[in-house]
């Protein structure tokens, strides 16, 4: 089952504008992540923040984090063509054995308008 | 450094078939784990392996299987194939050591393999 459920599930803007996806997730975590899909490829890592964290960057990147509200937002500033894909967090509590696995959220399709 | 490889990019079995997939993780990474991407079930963990011990198993039926070798490369293998098993099967690897210290390694994807299930 999905740990957590983005919001929203398909996003068109146009091109130089900001997106926002958000997350909400159900458990206590270690650390969230973003990533990035094009077209049912492979992931690409964009950020990773931790639970003691507020708001980090990226480039053109913004992710926060509300630990109360179980919630994460990503802001892309700018959008670019290029930046049409779909974009998933992912939660993760680590154990003393190293790496829990990652659990994903149902993603949101984003597409930039030329 | 090379990236994760998988292979084979895509393949077509039918019902009742087993298929081997495989993965090559980035050199020095000693952690592999293993996806699956469904429209319907999304990305799901399926297990992973750390020095050729699964360390971690997702909520996939006894016929989803994996190994893992000497040298890091792991393979994961569906038996009688349902039709439901059509997904693309994504592979990551770290060098999951970061844990001990309390840190998150970074997941390096692979490009997957595409399965359909006929």
């Known amino acids: 089952s999905q740990q957590g459920e983005e919001d929203p599930q398909a996003l068109s803007i146009q091109e130089g504008e900001n997106a926002t996806m958000n997350c909400s997730y159900k458990?206590?975590?270690?650390?969230l992540q973003w990533y990035r899909q094009n077209s049912g490829r492979g992931l690409v890592h964009l950020i990773l923040i931790r639970s003691n964290e507020r708001e980090k960057h990226s480039g053109r990147l913004r992710v926060t984090l509300d630990t109360s509200k179980k919630s994460s937002s990503l802001l892309i500033t700018a959008s670019r063509a290029a930046d049409t894909a779909s974009y998933f967090c992912a939660t993760d509590r680590i154990s003393n054995f190293g790496n829990e696995k990652l659990t994903f959220g149902t993603g949101t399709r984003l597409t930039i308008i030329p | 450094k090379a990236g994760v490889t998988q292979t084979p990019r895509y393949l077509i079995k039918t019902r009742g078939q087993q298929v081997t997939l495989s993965c090559s993780p980035i050199s020095g990474h000693r952690s592999v784990s293993w996806y699956q991407q469904t429209p319907g079930q999304g990305l799901q963990f399926l297990f992973e392996?750390?020095?050729?011990?699964?360390?971690n198993k997702g909520n996939f039926p006894g016929r989803f299987s994996g190994r893992q070798f000497s040298n890091s490369r792991s393979e994961m293998n569906v038996s009688t194939l349902e039709l439901g098993d059509s997904a693309l099967y994504l592979c990551?690897?770290?060098?999951?050591?970061?844990?001990?210290?309390?840190?998150?390694?970074?997941?390096?994807f692979g490009p997957g393999t595409r399965l359909t299930v006929l």
């Open positions: 990551a690897s770290s060098s999951g050591i970061a844990g001990v210290y309390g840190l998150r390694d970074e997941q390096f």
């Open positions: 392996y750390f020095s050729e011990t699964q360390r």
């Open positions: 458990t206590s975590i270690n650390n």
